[in-house]
């Protein structure tokens, strides 16, 4: 244990895994709750096509597939809302648009990225003291907006037509959710990658759902198995040849498996 | 007794199509009003259009003489039908009657006597006892008792309920609709209560009105059961059945 502890890219990395298990779960919390799992799959694909425009421009491509992802997000919220169309169609329609910008900006520029591969398939070890300020400040933006708006995201996330009759101001809210899904998968995806990231805004939310039976006790397990995963993770990869966010990722699928299959035991026996 | 909801030729369009047209009615307080129709009817679209949720195009409609109504929607208290929200979500009996008391005003702030304010609301429909119990454990019927309890929480002067009975065996629909009749009387409330069952409504509302995109009638139960134009607005053909209580009427 201390022998991992002494090299500052380990220390780093758990300190990363800290913040992201904690904002990842407190978004996946949510993202079961009102049922946007394929929001964030369909996002982090959609953010390849923001990245992609930071590498061939030279401009950061953090900061552009934040822009992306963001942007994404609530467009998707608003068109869903406007035209009538079902958020998964939106999804569905931006998550290939945002690949196919994403793939032809790439191959069309000549160039070696070697950013490209980590964004790719994240590289947690990687991770720098700047990257762990812009995560800690959108964890630190994240956990403002749910703590001041907690019990209104909650009556959102039950019921939104009686929101929406209450008075509340469910369009804005809703806006903001979308962002900070959209924010969160674009800090994650410097840790897990495009590809993984999903699994981190939906299995520490869906296994808690499944072991819960009020959401005080959903967010606590969500984070509880967030972290489990985020440290097991780092600690296997550390350990074995595996890269640290497949780990993490398996890590996580591993526990909602037991938890699914306990718990169907459980009432078979009932 | 108050005129609560005044509706005079009210016409609704929605996405270019009229959903409602020429509708004219009366709501006033400790009255329950019964509005029934076929299912496409405007009827949930009538409730919202109460709300403020839709605007109107032609005529008008007022609540408690106003016809801005985004400022008293304190006042209402809104059930809306039961599709709307996820049955297995994980709240308590207790949480899902506090999402009633949010509204502009409780935004950044804590609820003031919130707990008492749910106990109270709880106890008004007779689960007082079920305040801890986790919303998915409760039956149908109780279930629906406790979002009546979330649209009572604040204690509203007019209670909106869009069809509240769906999914409800007979005798629950019977002891629903009971238990409005008792707070409607006790509480001096209106209520405006949209469904299509219309045997277990008729002998409980106080008016019914009866709509398919354009009223066909409104008017005391026992009015708008012999009439005609209930047969127009369903487009089939009502028998009288004699029961020991009087004569209802059934479709066939």
């Not at chain 1, 929001?39 to 992609?52: D, E, F, N, R, W």
């Not at chain 2, 139960?221 to 059945?241: I, K, N, T, W």
Request: hydrophobic fraction near 50%; proline fraction near 4%; charge should be positive.
């Amino acid at each position: 244990m201390s022998e991992i502890l002494a090299y500052g890219f380990m220390q780093r990395a758990l300190l990363a895994a800290l913040l992201v298990g904690t904002l990842c779960s407190i978004i996946s919390f949510f993202v079961i709750l009102k049922r946007l799992s394929f929001l964030g799959a369909g996002i982090s694909h959609t953010a390849l096509g923001g990245i992609a425009i930071g590498l061939v421009t030279g401009l950061d491509p953090v900061l552009t597939g934040s822009i992306f992802a963001v942007g994404t997000a609530m467009s998707t919220g608003h068109v869903s809302r406007l035209g009538k169309i079902s958020e998964d169609t939106v999804i569905g329609i931006f998550y290939a648009s945002g690949m196919a910008l994403g793939i032809a900006l790439i191959s069309s520029f000549k160039g070696y990225y070697p950013e490209l591969f980590s964004l790719l398939f994240g590289n947690i070890l990687a991770v720098s003291i700047r990257d762990l300020q812009v995560l800690a400040v959108v964890l630190g933006v994240v956990m403002v907006f749910v703590i001041l708006f907690f019990k209104e995201l909650l009556a959102i996330c039950f019921d939104e037509e009686m929101a929406v009759a209450g008075g509340l101001p469910v369009g804005p809210l809703y806006m903001g959710l979308l962002a900070a899904i959209g924010l969160t998968i674009m800090v994650s995806i410097q840790l897990v990658g495009v590809v993984l990231v999903a699994a981190l805004l939906v299995i520490p939310g869906a296994t808690a759902y499944r072991l819960s039976t009020n959401y005080r006790s959903m967010l606590l397990y969500a984070l509880i198995i967030g972290l489990t995963g985020s440290f097991g993770g780092l600690f296997v990869s550390y350990y074995f040849p595996v890269p640290p966010g497949a780990a993490i990722v398996l890590i996580m699928a591993v526990i909602f498996t037991l938890v699914v299959s306990f718990k169907y035991n459980l009432e078979k026996r009932l | 007794m108050d005129e609560v909801v005044k509706a005079a030729n009210l016409t609704v369009n929605l996405g270019g199509k009229t959903v409602l047209e020429d509708i004219t009615f009366l709501a006033i307080s400790g009255e329950m009003t019964g509005v029934i129709g076929p299912n496409g009817a405007g009827k949930t679209t009538l409730l919202r259009a109460v709300l403020g949720l839709v605007s109107v195009q032609r005529g008008s409609l007022t609540v408690f003489g106003k016809r801005e109504i985004k400022e008293i929607r304190p006042r209402i208290g809104y059930m809306p039908q039961r599709h709307f929200f996820d049955r297995r979500f994980l709240l308590s009996a207790a949480d899902v009657v506090a999402t009633g008391l949010l509204s502009p005003r409780t935004l950044l702030r804590r609820i003031p006597k919130k707990n008492q304010q749910v106990k109270d609301a709880l106890r008004l429909v007779g689960m007082e006892n079920f305040f801890h119990q986790p919303f998915q454990n409760l039956s149908g019927g109780e279930q629906q008792r406790v979002l009546l309890a979330r649209a009572l929480a604040r204690r509203p002067e007019l209670l909106l309920l869009d069809e509240p009975n769906t999914g409800l065996d007979f005798p629950a629909q019977r002891s629903f609709v009971e238990l409005l009749r008792k707070l409607k009387d006790k509480e001096d409330i209106a209520i405006i209560l949209v469904s299509h069952y219309l045997v277990s409504i008729a002998p409980a509302a106080d008016k019914l009105l009866c709509i398919n995109r354009t009223m066909h009638v409104h008017g005391y139960p026992a009015e708008v059961l012999r009439s005609p134009h209930l047969d127009e607005a369903y487009r089939c053909q009502f028998d009288f059945l004699t029961t020991g209580s009087g004569t209802e009427r059934w479709w066939h």
